[in-house]
């Protein structure tokens, strides 16, 4: 099983950036990595995706333009990079990983086995 360690949420001000960090370890097969977002009270909801290789990635609608995920395999590490901002942002954010997709992407919490214990973002108004 893949092991998950985000960082890098924090406190932001609405219009403001944040970039988070998902450290992976273990099992180095191919595999898809995702954001997902929880809010108090919430299902947990996908963010954006990406596959093994970087070369597909997929994002809720919510967020396109303003949200990127990106991935330095060498590193073993999944970016989000956040800018714009806004108070529906605000949750805690799972890295999770889908070991049984390989070669692209999914957006179905279902799919993913593998998760981190998360990283908070508030965005203040």
């Known amino acids: 099983q893949v092991h998950l360690v985000e960082s890098g949420g924090g406190l932001v001000q609405d219009g403001g950036s944040l970039r988070l960090s998902c450290a992976a370890s273990?099992?180095?097969?191919?595999?898809?990595t995702a954001w997902f977002r929880q809010g108090p009270g919430k299902e947990r909801e996908f963010v954006a995706a990406?596959?093994?290789?970087?070369?597909?990635?997929n994002y809720a609608e919510s967020v396109k333009g303003r949200f990127t995920i990106s991935k330095d395999n060498a590193k073993n590490t999944v970016y989000l990079r956040m800018i714009r901002l806004k108070p529906e942002n605000a949750g805690t954010y799972y890295c999770?990983?889908?070991?049984?997709?390989?070669?692209?992407?999914?957006?179905?919490?279902?799919?993913?086995?593998?998760w981190g214990e998360g990283t908070q973002v508030t965005v203040s108004s």
């Open positions: 990406i596959s093994w290789s970087g070369q597909i990635t």
């Open positions: 273990g099992p180095t097969t191919n595999y898809a």
């Open positions: 999770a990983a889908a070991t049984a997709i390989i070669g692209g992407t999914t957006s179905e919490v279902g799919d993913y086995d593998s």
